[in-house]
């Protein structure tokens, strides 16, 4: 016997309403929901969805943690630490592998020292900063 298909189970949303009146309605800000919330600021309809939204903003904060490189006068381009700078060199070069000798590399180096990676440059010009050309 084969599987055919998978039908999830539903999920229950607990019904807080009253036949006299007094209780919230609310649409739950994940799924989109309507639900009876005991408190006026509820945002989820279950625990299910809140840990979806927590879920969605710790990855949103971890992926703006990195800052994109600034363009400097002769086309030279600065960064803030060894990961935006690996980040640069993944985009211009297949770096599969190379991960954690570029990182080992960036950070070995000291200040006004320079890395050379394919046709950029990288000079450390602080404890976090980067600043990098084409040669």
Known sequence: MAIKSYV???????DRRSTDG???VAECE????????????AKFCSNVCGQRA???TTLK??????KPPKQIADESLE???AIAVYRFLQKKYNTR???AYILS???GIEKDDTFKYGKHVISKISTLKFIGWKE
């Open 54 to 56: 927590h879920r969605n």
């Open 61 to 66: 904060k971890s992926e703006t943690t990195v």
């Open 79 to 81: 960064w803030t630490g």
């Open 8 to 14: 999830p189970k539903k999920s229950t949303v607990i």
């Open 30 to 41: 994940i799924c989109g929901r309507e639900f009876y919330p005991k408190r006026s600021n």
């Open 22 to 24: 007094g209780y919230y």
């Open 105 to 107: 590399n960036l950070k």
């Open 97 to 99: 592998g190379d991960k």
